[in-house]
């Protein structure tokens, strides 16, 4: 049990270290066209999320799949970019029961989730109990995204019902920002 408890904490605090903010701009994005009242869709897109990268990180511990490392850091902030430029264009939420997002969500989550082996598998060693460790790191991943989703819905509570701010001006502001930083980060990342 003491493993469990030390690989949950190594994987929310991995998600929240400063150092790594891709992952924090990554879900900030995700869920920063949401309200607190949309918290159905945005349970669904999370979900979505911690599919594909719990998938591609176990795969990846595993080494069942080996995508240079150089390719999955560049590779992270155009996801970024992606969703923070779909927040931008677009005008309204789907209708729909199904909303694309979500499958793009699942997609984009397959590259974090390989983002996330390296780190992982240099905790894990030789370890002879791989599938707990690995399912207390995930936990503990699932964990530290659910402080930022609840963090960001919290800000866009403030900034939309507080202070009166329009939803679509919040959101383009917000996307806008996170757009910006994550075309650096990816310019700045390009496997040469």
């Given amino acids: 049990m003491q493993d469990f408890s030390i690989f949950f904490q190594l994987g929310w605090q991995h998600i929240l270290d400063w150092q790594g903010y891709d992952h924090i701009l990554f879900v900030t994005a ?18 979505a999320f911690t599919i594909g990268h719990s998938v591609t990180l176990a795969l990846s511990v595993f080494n069942q799949i080996l995508i240079p490392s150089a390719w999955i850091e560049f590779l992270i902030p155009v996801t970024i970019v992606i969703t923070a430029f779909i927040n931008i264009v677009k005008k309204r939420t789907f209708k729909q029961k199904f909303n694309p997002i979500y499958l793009l969500a699942l997609v984009f989550g397959l590259i974090h989730g390989m983002g996330f082996s390296n780190y992982l598998k240099s905790l894990l060693g030789k370890s002879n109990n791989v599938v707990a460790e690995l399912f207390a790191f995930n936990i503990g991943l699932e964990f530290g995204q659910i402080i930022i989703v609840f963090s960001v819905l919290l800000l866009s509570f403030l900034i939309v019902k507080l202070i009166r701010v329009q939803k679509r001006e919040w959101n383009l502001f917000l996307s806008s920002a996170i757009f910006g930083i994550a075309l650096v980060m990816a310019i700045e990342r390009f496997p040469f």
Avoid: A, F
């Fill in 30 to 47: 995700l869920c920063g066209v949401y309200l607190i009242s949309d918290w159905r869709k945005l349970l669904i897109l999370v979900t």
